[in-house]
């Protein structure tokens, strides 16, 4: 007597988007919580168990409220860190002696 197992398809992916591929069809990874859920006995149950559980939605909490790393860090093409780059470079321009540089400074 063997019975059908539930693989993980491309409509429960589409159904569940927080879950990818795990280790084998008949498993699925939570990408919020990083661990597998076995869906080959219970199919979608066992994916809305898993979606009910405290832990999952204390994750989701927690990235939700996390800060974004653009935050902090500004991306390369924002102006100030152009004009940041500019500053730096006339400073090295006119430090360093004309004995080594014999051009004109193009900003002065
Ligand atoms: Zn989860």
């Known amino acids: ?12 992916r589409a159904k569940y988007p927080c879950f990818t591929s ?3 069809d008949f498993d ?3 990408s919020i919580c990083d661990c597998h859920v076995d869906v080959g006995n219970k199919c979608t149950i066992a994916l809305e168990r898993h979606v009910a559980k405290e832990k999952h939605k204390k994750n989701i909490r927690a ?9 902090f860090f500004q991306p390369s093409t924002s102006l100030t860190l152009k004009n940041a780059h500019a500053a730096e ?6 430090t360093t002696p004309e004995t080594m540089v014999r051009i004109n400074c193009f900003l002065c």
């Open 1 to 12: 007597m063997s019975k059908r197992k539930c693989k993980f398809t491309e409509v429960l």
């Open 22 to 24: 795990g280790r084998d």
């Open 28 to 30: 699925a990874k939570c």
């Open 63 to 71: 990235a939700g409220s996390a800060s974004k790393v653009t935050n």
């Open 89 to 94: 470079g006339t400073l090295a321009f006119h």
